[in-house]
C-alpha cells in the first residue's frame, strides 16, 4: 500500500487534463474508439439476440451478465468520445462546433442503446418463480443486487402494449401541463427595489433571491411581487395539479401500486419503511426548526418572521479562500479523518482532474463527473475565494471520494450511488470542513457562519420533509375528493408549512399560493432524499466524532455502490438505518449546533 498522506501535491493545476481520454478535439482515435465501441457492442447483440438459453439457465445468464458488464465498463454506448465531449461542452459551451460533435455522438449512443435494450427489458421479464432461482444462484451473486432492482421495478410493469400506450401519452396528460405553468411563470417580470436603492424589472428567480435582503424594504417589494405572480396563475396552477395528479391516480390503479410513493422507493433502491421512520423521526422533532425560526426572529428584532423573511441572511461572512487555501483546509481535514481520503485527493490534483476558476464560456455552478468505470472522475468549479466556495469544493470532493472508493471495489453494473444516499458523501465532507473552519474563527464570524448553516440545514431537512407530507397528503385528498381547489389546495400547504416553521413564522396573507411555483410537487415524492442524504451523514458525523474509527465503517458503506441497498449495506455495518434512533443521531447534530447558536448569540448579546 501507498503512503501518501503526508505528502502534498507540488504543482496545483486549474485546469481539467482530458489527455487520459483524448489529445485534442481532432485526434484520430476518437473515430477509431467510436468505431470499436459500435463493434463490441453490435457482437454483444448479435449473440444474445436470438437466444432464449440465458433467461432460462443460471449459469448462461451469469456468462451473458459477465459480458454485459465488460461492455459497460470499457465502451458503454458512447465510449470516451461521449464523455470527452461532453467535458469539453461544459467548459466551452459557446463552441458550436463542440456543441454539433457532441449532438452527433449523442444521435449515435441513442441508437445503439435502442438496440441493446431487448437483454435489460428481457430480464425484466423472466417469471417471478425463476427470478427467485437465478437470485439464489451463487455464481450470480455480484450481480444479485442489479437482478433486484430489474425485477422490483418489473413488478410494476404492465404488458409491453400497455406500456407503449402509457408513454405515448405521457406528454399530454402530465409533462405538457407542467410546462405550461413552468413556461408561464418564466415569461413574468416586475419592477422591484433592488439593494443599491435604484429599481429595475426583474425575473421570478431574481425576485425570489431578493426577498432574502437584509433590507426590509427591498424583501418587503419583492414579496409582494412575488405574491402578485403567483395569485396571476394560481387559477391554472389548479387545474394543472389536480391534472397531474389525477393522471398519477390512474396510472398507479393501472399497476396496482399499494401508495403514491412506492415507484419513486423502488426506482431510488429504498425500503418504504426507512422513508417512513426518517419521516417520522423528523416530523416528532420540528420543535428544532420552530426553536431555530424563534431565534431568528429575536436576532432580527420582530415579534414574528413573515413567511418570505425565513431565509434572510443574517451578519456577515467575509473571509477569504483563494484555492489553494481550500485545498490545503481540505487536506487537514482529509488526513485527519481517513489517509484512504488524502490519497484520492492527491491524485485528483496530480491528475488535473479539476477545473477550477469562472470564464467566459464556462458552464457555472458545481459538479463532479463520473461515467464509466474505466474513465476518471471530473470536477467543476467556479471558485472565487468565498466561505461558499471552499464548502462547495468538499462537497464535490465528497462525491469524488465516493466515486473512486466504488471504483476500486465494485464491478461496472454496480458503479454510481442511489438517489436516496448520492449526498451522503458530499454532505459529510462538507459538515467536517466547516466545523475545520469555524475552529479558527472569531465569535462574531462563527455566529454568521452557525445561522448560515442552520438556515440551510433546517432547509434540508425539516422544509423537504414538511414538503413530503404536504406531497401526500395532497395525493391522499384528491384521491378522497375528485378535485381540489385552490383554497384547498392553499390550505393543506399552510398547514404543512406551519407544522416544520412553528409560532414565530406567520403563515402570511399571498403565502398559501407558493405551491404554484414549487417544481418539486410535480415530479413526485423525491424532496425525503435531500433529507435522508444529509440526515445518514450527520448521524454517520455524530458516531465518528464519539469514536474516530467509526470511519472504517463509513468507508464501508461508501465503497459499497450499488451492490446492495442503502438499508442491506449499513445492516451488514451492524446499522439499521430503518430504526428511528438512527435519524436521531442526526438530528441531535442540528439541535446541538442550534443550543451552541444560541448561547453565543446570548453571548455576543444578540439576543
Ligand atoms: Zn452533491
Redo the contacts with the bound molecule.
Keep these: 500500500m501507498k503512503k501518501q498522506s503526508q505528502r502534498s501535491p507540488k504543482k496545483i493545476a486549474t485546469t481539467w487534463e482530458l489527455k487520459r481520454l483524448f489529445e485534442n478535439d481532432d485526434d484520430p482515435k476518437i473515430e477509431k474508439n467510436t468505431k470499436t465501441v459500435e463493434q463490441k457492442n453490435h457482437a454483444f447483440i448479435n449473440k444474445w439476440k436470438n437466444r432464449k438459453d440465458y433467461l432460462n439457465d443460471p449459469a448462461v445468464l451469469k456468462k451473458a451478465l459477465d459480458e454485459y458488464e465488460a461492455l459497460k465498463k470499457n465502451y458503454g454506448t458512447d465510449g470516451d468520445a461521449g464523455y470527452y465531449f461532453w467535458l469539453r461542452t461544459q467548459i466551452d459551451r459557446n463552441n458550436t462546433d463542440l456543441k454539433a460533435k457532441y449532438n452527433k455522438i449523442e444521435e449515435f449512443s441513442r441508437k445503439l442503446e435502442n438496440e441493446v435494450q431487448f437483454f435489460h427489458l428481457r430480464i425484466a421479464r423472466i417469471p417471478k418463480a425463476r427470478q427467485a432461482v437465478f437470485l439464489k444462484y451463487p455464481g450470480l451473486k455480484k450481480y444479485r443486487h442489479f437482478l433486484e432492482r430489474i425485477f422490483a421495478e418489473a413488478q410494476y410493469m404492465l404488458g409491453e402494449n400497455e406500456e407503449k400506450i402509457l408513454n405515448l401519452k405521457t406528454a399530454t396528460s402530465y409533462s405538457n401541463w407542467v410546462r405550461m405553468t413552468s413556461d408561464f411563470l418564466a415569461k413574468e417580470e416586475r419592477k422591484v427595489l433592488l439593494e443599491d436603492g435604484s429599481s429595475a424589472v426583474k425575473t421570478l428567480s431574481e425576485i425570489s433571491s431578493l426577498t432574502y435582503s437584509k433590507n426590509r424594504k427591498v424583501r418587503d417589494i419583492a414579496a409582494a411581487a412575488f405574491n402578485a405572480i403567483m395569485e396571476q396563475h394560481v387559477d391554472v396552477a389548479e387545474v394543472e395539479v389536480n391534472s397531474i395528479l389525477a393522471n398519477k391516480k390512474v396510472d398507479d390503479e393501472l399497476r396496482k401500486v399499494a401508495r403514491p410513493d412506492l415507484l419513486r422507493h423502488i426506482s431510488d433502491d429504498v425500503e418504504s419503511e426507512v422513508v417512513d421512520s426518517l419521516v417520522k423521526a423528523v416530523s416528532d422533532r420540528f420543535h428544532i426548526s420552530a426553536d431555530y425560526y424563534k431565534l431568528k426572529s429575536r436576532l432580527l428584532g420582530v415579534k414574528r418572521l413573515r413567511y418570505h423573511e425565513r431565509n434572510v441572511e443574517i451578519g456577515d461572512i467575509d473571509l477569504l479562500y483563494p484555492y489553494e487555501k481550500s485545498i490545503k483546509l481540505i487536506y487537514t481535514v482529509f488526513n485527519r479523518l481517513d489517509s484512504k481520503f488524502t490519497e484520492i485527493l492527491t491524485e485528483f490534483i496530480e491528475n488535473s482532474q479539476f477545473d477550477v476558476h469562472p470564464r467566459k464560456g464556462k458552464g457555472s455552478g458545481a459538479f463532479c463527473v463520473h461515467h464509466l468505470i474505466a474513465q476518471p472522475t471530473y470536477i467543476l468549479l467556479n471558485h472565487t475565494d468565498k466561505l461558499r466556495d471552499v464548502l462547495t469544493l468538499a ?1 464535490e470532493l465528497g ?1 469524488g471520494v465516493n466515486n473512486e472508493l466504488i471504483r476500486e471495489k465494485q464491478n461496472a453494473l454496480n458503479f454510481g450511488t442511489p438517489t436516496s444516499t448520492a ?1 451522503v458523501a ?1 454532505t459529510f465532507m462538507e459538515d467536517f470542513v466547516l466545523q475545520e473552519i469555524l475552529r479558527e474563527a472569531d465569535d462574531e464570524l462563527k455566529f454568521s457562519i452557525m445561522v448560515m448553516k442552520l438556515n440551510d440545514d433546517v432547509s434540508t431537512i425539516f422544509r423537504q420533509i414538511a414538503c413530503y407530507t404536504f406531497e401526500q397528503e395532497l395525493h391522499q385528498e384528491f384521491r378522497q375528493k375528485g378535485y381540489l381547489s385552490k383554497q384547498e389546495i392553499g390550505k393543506l400547504f399552510q398547514k404543512h408549512m406551519a407544522a416544520y416553521m412553528g409560532d414565530f413564522v406567520e403563515q402570511s396573507k399571498g403565502s398559501e399560493n407558493w405551491w404554484v411555483y414549487w417544481n418539486h410537487i410535480r415530479y413526485f415524492f423525491y424532496v425525503y432524499s435531500y433529507a435522508g442524504g444529509l440526515l445518514i451523514s450527520k448521524s454517520l458525523q455524530n458516531s465518528v466524532k464519539k469514536d474516530p474509527g467509526f470511519i472504517h465503517k463509513v468507508k464501508g458503506f461508501l465503497a459499497a455502490g450499488l451492490s446492495d441497498s442503502p438499508k442491506n449495506i449499513f445492516g451488514n455495518l451492524g446499522i439499521n438505518i430503518a430504526d428511528k434512533s438512527f435519524w436521531d443521531k442526526g438530528l441531535d447534530e442540528i439541535e446541538a449546533l442550534l443550543e451552541e447558536t444560541t448561547s453565543l448569540a446570548k453571548k455576543l448579546g444578540k439576543i
Design positions: 462537497h462525491h449526498e458530499s
